[in-house]
């Protein structure tokens, strides 16, 4: 009810108590009658009102329920980007590894480089000393073909030669022989001056056992 409403209630219900007419009592108890029945549309709508509010307060828990799964993901998902991060991390680190070894490789491609420079200078080097050798080898060539002939002729030196050193060594056999003859007559020589000296060595031990038993025989004298 309205503010103009209340104050006709409150004017009806103040004649009623005043002992006002009949009719003024039979309009109080209508508006009564109306004022209880807007009562009871306005309960009717609050309790309607009441279980829109449950059906919302039931969905909002529904949704706080999702908002709280949800939560539960994103935490997951953070400890997810945790675990990613660190991957990245321990990726970038390999990848600062693989860089330096990258730089470490150039420099040693540079070095192999420079060598392979090196070593054309001295193949080059090698090739012009080979080309020198060529022609060195065929100056030997040349040079062997005329030692050859010279070995030619001495080949035929040598086996002229040969005849004499025949001759030679057979009179060299003829003196070994006789120088053998002569060792055996001095080794029959030495023979004998060795009995010699044993006789030489019995007859000194003999003698000085003698002299030693005289003195022996003086002293007891």
Known sequence: PSGTDLGAINIISATVVDGKSLSERRMTV???EKILKILDAIQIQLKEHDGKFDN????????DSKFDNIQA??????GKFDNIQTQLKEHDGKFDNIQTQLKEHDGRFDNIQTQLKEHDGRFDNIQTQLKEHGAILGALQHASEVHKAGM???THQVARLSGDIG??????????SKAGKLENK?????????QQSEVINVLATRSIYQE????AVKRVK
Request: without cysteine; glycine residues 6%.
């Open 186 to 194: 001095l080794d029959g020589i030495a023979e004998k001056q060795n």
């Open 167 to 176: 001759e030679l060594k057979t009179k060299t056999d003829r003196l070994e």
């Open 56 to 63: 919302i307060q039931a969905h909002l828990k529904g949704h």
């Open 212 to 215: 030693a038993e005289l003195q």
């Open 30 to 32: 209508t508006n009564e």
């Open 152 to 154: 030619d002729n001495l």
């Open 73 to 78: 993901q994103l935490k997951g998902h953070d």
